[in-house]
């Protein structure tokens, strides 16, 4: 029953081919079992039995209630989930039990869901490489001895090595699509505000959002169903005739080694063997703006825990404590720039896909990198391991504009790397359309070899 996608999992339930309970039973052993890879920081093992056997009671009697009844889901620990601890990856919240869901869980767990626990992460979600001072570093499950990118790596950890079936992230400058590249599964930061943020330990009102990680562009397309009752699925196809495609000359470059660089450009020209259209596009974003959204990011992260600083400086992890003590560096004025190059920026990319359907560029530039390493050389020359990264995937969180990171290839070491497609505002149909007709066609060797990981 191993590494079963939601649909699969969903349709084995409904034909009684297969039950909650067994499922549920096994995830639990499996998670127990690999403990030492540090995907989870709390196990819903009581709970979720319970909400398994439910489940399996439902599907007996024909009375099955929603898309992801009886699937086991868990969800990154910065969300909050009633009754369950939510340490958003810090010792100072080891004990917050929030009373209430988030709303992202609370529709999830209304849909069926069995919430098998809280998934591993960088420490308030300020880093990329979910290395966890306090709860450990997160393995990646391709390589145990490199990192599955952050902050949300728990959550593509855990869909790799199959020890969930659906998960949820956070992404404030790449925290979903970061993962789902270093990982080789889907992760989609939809429009800004199509899923709700509220409910979530928060770093920057103006960059963070929820959104889901799946194994698959079908599984992503019924949990986009879910949170906004809109037709995904039915729209899926492999014809993509005519669609427009941006490919950047600069900027989404700039940190590109050589064998991702060969899977960047074998994915466009398989997108064009698909019937896109390449279109040569010079993108509106600079190194200047990615300083706009450190600038938001640190203000905005230094004031939600100005408190906590204060009062546990001792407790929080050494990079992190650098991060937000940084926010001293920054004046009002500062502030008040960046929110209006933010909508600046996001005005020129409105234009830009005006000419454009969809923009597709690396997820990021490299692999992932071993677990404690901070820098990353390319060409031979080193590079802050948290800017290179970041680079790619951040303008969109400045912007809002909906983007996913799907697989597009294996390099070195056995590591995965991602294709990000990006779009205009709510064009969140479209994306997945691309994404599916790429998935169909090119990525079936790739999820096979995913299917043999064993942590």
Same mark, same amino acid.
């Given at each position: 029953?191993?590494?079963?996608?939601?649909?699969?999992?969903?349709?084995?339930?409904?034909?009684?081919?297969?039950?909650?309970?067994?499922?549920?039973? @096994? +995830?639990?052993?499996?998670?127990?079992?690999?403990?030492?890879?540090?995907?989870?920081?709390?196990?819903?093992?009581?709970?979720?039995?319970?909400?398994?056997?439910?489940?399996?009671?439902?599907?007996?009697?024909?009375?099955?209630?929603?898309?992801? =009844?009886?699937?086991?889901?868990? +969800?990154?620990?910065?969300?909050?989930?009633?009754?369950?601890?939510?340490? !958003?990856?810090?010792?100072?919240?080891?004990?917050?039990?929030?009373?209430?869901?988030?709303?992202?869980?609370?529709?999830?767990?209304?849909?069926?869901?069995?919430?098998?626990?809280?998934?591993?992460?960088?420490?308030?979600?300020?880093?990329?490489?979910?290395?966890?001072?306090?709860?450990?570093?997160?393995?990646?499950?391709?390589?145990?001895?490199?990192?599955?990118?952050?902050?949300?790596?728990?959550?593509? &950890?855990?869909?790799?090595?199959?020890?969930?079936?659906?998960?949820?992230?956070?992404?404030?400058?790449?925290?979903?699509?970061?993962?789902?590249?270093?990982?080789?599964?889907?992760?989609?930061?939809?429009?800004?505000?199509?899923?709700?943020?509220?409910?979530?330990?928060?770093?920057?009102?103006?960059?963070?959002?929820?959104?889901?990680?799946?194994?698959?562009?079908? @599984?992503?397309?019924?949990?986009?169903?879910?949170?906004?009752?809109?037709?995904?699925? &039915?729209?899926?196809?492999? =014809?993509?005739?005519?669609?427009?495609?941006?490919?950047?000359?600069?900027?989404?470059?700039?940190?590109?080694?050589?064998?991702?660089?060969?899977?960047?450009?074998?994915?466009?020209?398989?997108?064009?063997?698909?019937?896109?259209?390449?279109?040569?596009?010079?993108?509106?974003?600079?190194?200047?703006?990615?300083?706009?959204?450190?600038?938001? !990011?640190?203000?905005?992260? !230094?004031?939600?825990?100005?408190?906590?600083?204060?009062?546990?400086?001792?407790?929080?992890?050494? @990079?992190?404590?650098?991060?937000?003590?940084?926010?001293?560096?920054?004046?009002?004025? @500062? +502030?008040?720039?960046?929110?209006?190059?933010?909508?600046?920026?996001?005005?020129?990319?409105?234009?830009?896909?005006?000419?454009?359907?969809?923009?597709?560029?690396?997820?990021?530039?490299?692999?992932?990198?071993?677990?404690?390493?901070?820098?990353?050389?390319?060409?031979?020359? #080193?590079?802050?391991?948290?800017?290179?990264?970041?680079?790619?995937?951040?303008?969109?969180?400045?912007?809002?504009?909906?983007?996913?990171?799907?697989?597009?290839?294996?390099? #070195?070491?056995?590591?995965?790397?991602?294709?990000?497609?990006?779009?205009?505002?709510?064009?969140?149909?479209?994306?997945?359309?691309? &994404? +599916?007709?790429?998935?169909?066609?090119?990525?079936?060797?790739?999820?096979?070899?995913?299917?043999?990981?064993?942590?």
């Amino acid at each position: 029953m191993q590494h079963l996608d939601l649909l699969t999992m969903r349709q084995l339930f409904l034909q009684k081919k297969l039950s909650p309970t067994e499922v549920v039973e @096994d +995830y639990l052993a499996r998670i127990e079992k690999n403990a030492s890879s540090n995907i989870y920081i709390t196990v819903n093992a009581e709970q979720a039995k319970r909400q398994a056997e439910i489940a399996t009671q439902r599907y007996f009697w024909q009375e099955s209630t929603g898309v992801l =009844d009886g699937i086991p889901v868990a +969800y990154k620990d910065n969300l909050f989930t009633k009754g369950i601890p939510s340490t !958003a990856g810090s010792i100072i919240e080891k004990d917050h039990i929030p009373e209430e869901n988030a709303p992202a869980v609370e529709i999830m767990q209304q849909a069926g869901a069995v919430n098998l626990g809280k998934l591993n992460m960088h420490e308030y979600a300020f880093g990329i490489t979910s290395n966890n001072p306090f709860f450990g570093a997160v393995q990646n499950p391709w390589n145990k001895a490199y990192t599955p990118g952050g902050s949300s790596g728990g959550s593509g &950890a855990a869909l790799a090595a199959d020890l969930a079936v659906v998960t949820l992230g956070t992404d404030t400058g790449g925290s979903i699509r970061i993962p789902a590249a270093a990982c080789g599964v889907i992760g989609f930061k939809t429009t800004k505000g199509h899923i709700s943020g509220e409910g979530a330990r928060p770093i920057s009102s103006s960059l963070d959002q929820v959104g889901p990680l799946t194994k698959t562009v079908s @599984d992503m397309a019924l949990m986009l169903e879910l949170y906004d009752q809109q037709s995904y699925v &039915a729209g899926l196809q492999r =014809d993509l005739k005519g669609i427009r495609v941006g490919v950047p000359t600069s900027f989404f470059l700039d940190y590109l080694e050589p064998q991702t660089r060969a899977c960047y450009e074998q994915s466009l020209q398989q997108l064009q063997d698909l019937g896109a259209v390449l279109v040569d596009v010079d993108v509106p974003v600079t190194p200047h703006d990615i300083g706009t959204l450190f600038t938001l !990011a640190i203000c905005e992260g !230094a004031a939600v825990h100005a408190e906590r600083l204060k009062a546990y400086p001792e407790l929080f992890g050494a @990079d992190v404590k650098q991060a937000l003590s940084a926010a001293s560096q920054f004046s009002p004025v @500062d +502030y008040i720039r960046a929110l209006e190059q933010q909508v600046a920026l996001t005005q020129k990319f409105n234009a830009l896909f005006l000419g454009v359907d969809l923009l597709a560029t690396p997820t990021v530039g490299f692999a992932t990198q071993k677990i404690g390493v901070d820098v990353v050389s390319l060409n031979g020359v #080193e590079h802050d391991l948290f800017s290179a990264t970041t680079h790619t995937c951040a303008p969109f969180n400045l912007t809002g504009h909906p983007a996913i990171s799907i697989p597009c290839g294996i390099v #070195e070491n056995n590591l995965p790397v991602g294709l990000q497609l990006v779009g205009a505002h709510h064009s969140e149909r479209l994306i997945l359309q691309m &994404a +599916y007709a790429y998935e169909q066609a090119y990525l079936g060797d790739l999820y096979q070899q995913r299917q043999q990981l064993a942590l």
